[in-house]
């Protein structure tokens, strides 16, 4: 009884703060955010790159975590990690200089939920005098991307619901709005905000592909397979067509647009059409 109650009063609180971030004035404009001040906003990202990515579908990655250093990631992603390696989970990425307080922890977690992301962030940290092993992997059939933020735009990533998977200590996870319009008929109304100048993980359904897009350029694609964007892009809503392209064209009413300069990810199946295909295979229920 005690444990229902506690459960209640934690999801009380989490649809009390979904409510009160879904005012425009709890998020920043993703078109206004600003380039984050490493050394003085946010520490130092270590170094990342030394990854072993084994496996084609619902991959492993295997990463060296120097020591006195941590990642940072998802709960639920973990897979394994030598002895030396800590586990902790915080309602805070870690990413800023000074620790902020209690309640700007709570705040944050909240407009995590919001994104389509957990409010509680896995640290895992290597208290070892020596390198040490730490896995992750994806709960998903599809692909994991390593991204370096120091080499993106404004040194930030903007990720669907829930594309982050796990990151280097040092980056930071918050969340931006789009238009209103987005929300009703695009990708969403909120997206992530990954920035820093570490290596981040997004994982998607299917293939996950990277695309350039020219100043002036406009693609046009499926709104649930869009997984990040770069900073400099537009990303917009776009009528599918006439009205029988619409009803039977299979495509739904509207698309996402994304107009240059700038790079995103696409993914080549969505988990959510992964999961509606294997639906209608699923036998009638029986009284």
Not at 221 to 232: E, I, K, M
Request: proline content about 5%; some cysteine.
């Amino acid at each position: 009884r005690q444990l229902a109650q506690v459960l209640c009063e934690l999801f009380a609180w989490q649809q009390l703060g979904i409510m009160a971030c879904c005012c425009p004035c709890c998020f920043t404009h993703y078109q206004a955010a600003g380039e984050p001040a490493i050394g003085s906003e946010l520490i130092e990202s270590h170094d990342a790159r030394q990854v072993k990515i084994t496996g084609d579908c619902q991959q492993m990655v295997e990463i060296t975590i120097p020591p006195q250093q941590a990642m940072i990631g998802e709960p639920g992603a973990w897979v394994y990690s030598e002895t030396g390696v800590k586990m902790d989970t915080f309602l805070h990425d870690g990413s800023a200089v000074e620790e902020p307080g209690c309640c700007t922890k709570c705040r944050t977690g909240f407009q995590r939920t919001c994104s389509g992301e957990s409010a509680a962030v896995a640290h895992f940290t290597n208290e070892a005098p020596e390198p040490k092993m730490a896995a992750f992997s994806s709960h998903i059939p599809g692909e994991i991307v390593a991204i370096n933020l120091g080499d993106m735009p404004g040194r930030m990533l903007f990720t669907m619901n829930g594309s982050f998977h796990f990151a280097a200590k040092g980056t930071r996870i918050g969340t931006v709005r789009a238009d209103c319009m987005q929300g009703c008929c695009g990708s969403g109304y909120l997206f992530q905000k990954l920035d820093g100048n570490g290596m981040v993980f997004l994982s998607a359904g299917g293939s996950v592909v990277k695309q350039e897009v020219k100043e002036g350029e406009t693609h046009r694609l499926d709104s649930s397979a869009l997984v990040a964007f770069t900073q400099g892009m537009t990303i917009s809503v776009g009528r599918a067509g006439g009205c029988l392209t619409c009803c039977c064209g299979g495509e739904g009413l509207t698309f996402t647009t994304l107009q240059g300069p700038g790079t995103y990810w696409i993914s080549g199946a969505p988990w959510s059409t992964q999961l509606g295909h294997m639906l209608q295979y699923l036998p009638e229920k029986r009284n």
